[in-house]
Structures are given as structure tokens and as C-alpha cells.
């Protein structure tokens, strides 16, 4: 069985390490894009039905944002892939490797300034809390927290105070009032009295235990995942995990494309349009669509030593030697003859010992 340095020579590792890392690619994209046409609906039926002009904690927003990431960063790494793009896969890798840092970073500043966290989250849910009534997709997204995790508002009950049909002030029917998705049910699948929750903002904590749910949302949220730390962990890995096999796979292909550029056995027309070739006189069979496909053998063999000399010439007699080395030292300056290389079934040639001007090749 071949070692892994072997293995990883060859071209099945290259094929295999290439074509995974392209559906790895695609397959973020088709959801990237799905993603985004779902922010793009929500948001255009948001536009429709929004009364106010605030756009705090618009979900659609944050779907098109992330989509559109999504989808760029990962045709970024398809078309480096599939291309062989160095300057493609490094970009893509160190997007990822970013993302991923910012994940991690806000995730342990989370958990260290837990008492700052939760301010800034209870500030962002009362704003959202002033919109309720005029975002149907912050309303519906709260209403399924609060009856999921049996909860309401914020950081109390008493943060819907600040909606301007839950007031105190007001005359409504709400007036200060919750939602009917914070009253407490005591029966699966009772009918829900929509009204629950009048006055029970001028009522103490101790006199709504059993009319509604007095504890904050963020609250409920900590505690849940403090009681489910095997699911906490696993969202925290499902969310990680596939950023981390696209930087792994990414940062191998790349280390691989950089060696084998740096090989004999690569087409590299920089080099070969400095040594005077031209792209007709290439014999690039077996260099793939891409043109940069290894072939055992090379596509420009460079000689390991010098060439041998030519054949020894006929003696001459002593008499003519005198004259024949003046003749040509007049006629043919020295020079010092470069080796030209040529890929294929071409050889290399020299200028011969007689010192002719021009360096012809044989085929």
C-alpha cells in the first residue's frame, strides 16, 4: 500500500481532493442562492405590508445578507477550483478562515461579558417590540419564541410598555396589555382567548403565574440551552464544522497547486514565453482543458547534465590546422551556446563545434 507522501503525488489525490472541494463549493452556492431569493421575497412582501418606515430587526435583511456572503464566497471557490485559480483558492480561503475567527471571537466575548450581551439583546428586542404590530416577520418570529419557550418580551413582561397599543395610556382593548402568545395554557389544544393578557401590566409577577408567562425570552433561551448543552454543542458544531472542512480542503489544493508550479512538470507559459517559445510549437497532449494538468514525464524536460559532445571531427593534416583556426576565429567570434528547450517529442539541439551563427533544432 503507497504512503500518504506517495499518494499524495499522484493524480487520483489530486483529482479527488479537486472535484470535492467543487461540490463542497456548489452545493454552499444552491444554498446561498436559496437563501437570498427567500430574503429578496420576504423583504419585497415586508415592503408591501409595512406601515412604518423602521426596518429594525427586519429578518428578511438579515436572510439577504447572508445569502448574498454565501453565494460570493462560494462561486469564489468553485471557479478557483475548477479553474486550478491560486489567486481564486487563497481568497476563498481566507474569507473562510475569517468568518470563521469572527464566529468564534463573538461567540467568547458572548459568553465572557454574558450581563453586556444580554442588555444589548434586551435593547434590540424592546425596539423590535415598538414595531410589532407593523413587522409581520419580527411579530411572527417573537410569537413563536414566546410559545416555544414559554416566555414574554424581552427581559420581562413589562417590556411591551413600550408599544404604542400596549401602553398604559392607551384606550384600545391592548391597552396595557401582552400578546395572547404569552398567556400560559393549561390544556393542549384549548381554544385561545385573545385577551388573556388585559391589564396584566399593572399586576406583580406573584398575581400572573397562572394567566401568563412573566419571564423574559432571554432568559428562557439561557436556560434552555443550559438544560440542552448536548444540542447547544451540536448547533455550535454544525455551524463550524462545514467552514472548517472547506478551509482544510482548500488550504491542501492550494499547498498542491503551489508545488506543482513550482515542478518541471507543470505548462508554465510565463517561463516559456521568457525562453522565446511560441504557444503553436507546444505539445501540450494530456494537459486537460485548464492547460495545467501534470504528465508523468513533464511537458519541458530540463537535462539532469550536460550533453554529450559531438562526434570528433576527421583529423586534419598539421599543415592545414594553423590556417583553418585562423580562418574561423576571423570569420566567427566566439560564443558561448545556450541550451533552448522545446516540450513534446522535440529534442534539444546545439549550435555545432564549427561555430555556426544560428541554434537549429532537429525534430
Not at 566567427?332 to 529534442?347: D, E, K, M, N
Request: proline share 5%; with cysteine.
Amino acid at each position: 500500500m503507497p504512503s500518504y507522501s506517495e499518494w499524495r503525488k499522484s493524480n487520483h489525490f489530486y483529482y479527488c481532493i479537486k472535484f470535492t472541494l467543487n461540490i463542497y463549493s456548489m452545493l454552499f452556492s444552491l444554498v446561498g442562492l436559496c437563501v437570498l431569493c427567500v430574503g429578496i421575497y420576504a423583504e419585497v412582501e415586508r415592503q408591501k405590508n409595512r406601515t412604518l418606515e423602521g426596518v429594525f430587526l427586519a429578518p428578511a435583511v438579515v436572510l439577504i445578507l447572508l445569502g448574498l456572503v454565501m453565494f460570493t464566497v462560494s462561486v469564489v471557490g468553485m471557479v478557483g477550483s475548477l479553474r486550478d485559480n491560486k489567486t481564486l483558492l487563497h481568497m476563498f480561503l481566507c474569507v473562510l478562515c475569517v468568518l470563521l475567527a469572527l464566529q468564534a471571537v463573538a461567540l467568547i466575548l458572548a459568553l465572557i461579558f454574558e450581563k453586556k450581551t444580554s442588555a444589548l439583546f434586551n435593547s434590540s428586542i424592546r425596539e423590535g417590540i415598538k414595531h410589532y404590530y407593523d413587522d409581520l416577520d419580527f411579530k411572527n418570529i417573537l410569537d413563536f419564541v414566546q410559545e416555544k419557550f414559554s416566555c414574554c418580551g424581552g427581559d420581562e413582561y413589562k417590556d411591551w410598555g413600550v408599544n404604542q397599543y400596549h401602553f398604559c395610556n392607551g384606550s384600545g382593548p391592548l391597552a396595557c396589555g401582552v400578546p395572547y402568545t404569552c398567556c400560559v395554557r393549561h390544556n393542549v389544544g384549548e381554544v385561545v382567548n385573545t385577551l388573556c393578557g388585559y391589564k396584566t401590566l399593572t399586576k406583580e409577577r406573584v398575581d400572573l403565574n397562572e394567566v401568563i408567562h412573566v419571564r423574559g425570552c432571554i432568559h428562557a433561551v439561557n436556560l434552555w440551552m443550559g438544560d440542552h448543552i448536548g444540542i447547544t454543542v451540536a448547533m455550535c458544531f454544525a455551524v463550524g464544522l462545514p467552514q472548517l472542512l472547506g478551509i482544510i480542503l482548500s488550504c491542501v489544493f492550494w499547498n498542491m497547486l503551489v508545488e506543482m508550479s513550482e515542478s518541471e512538470d507543470m505548462v508554465d507559459f510565463r517561463m516559456l514565453k521568457r525562453a522565446g517559445f511560441e504557444y503553436s510549437e507546444l505539445d501540450l497532449s494530456g494537459a486537460g482543458w485548464c492547460l495545467c494538468l501534470p504528465r508523468d514525464g513533464g511537458y519541458l524536460p530540463v537535462p539532469a547534465s550536460e550533453p554529450e559532445p559531438w562526434p570528433p571531427k576527421p583529423a586534419l593534416k598539421p599543415a592545414l590546422k594553423p590556417a583553418l583556426k585562423q580562418s574561423r576565429q576571423d570569420r566567427h567570434p566566439v560564443r558561448r551556446q545556450q541550451p533552448l528547450y522545446r516540450a513534446g517529442s522535440q529534442q534539444l539541439a546545439y549550435g555545432s563545434a564549427l561555430g555556426l551563427d544560428e541554434v537549429d533544432f532537429r525534430a
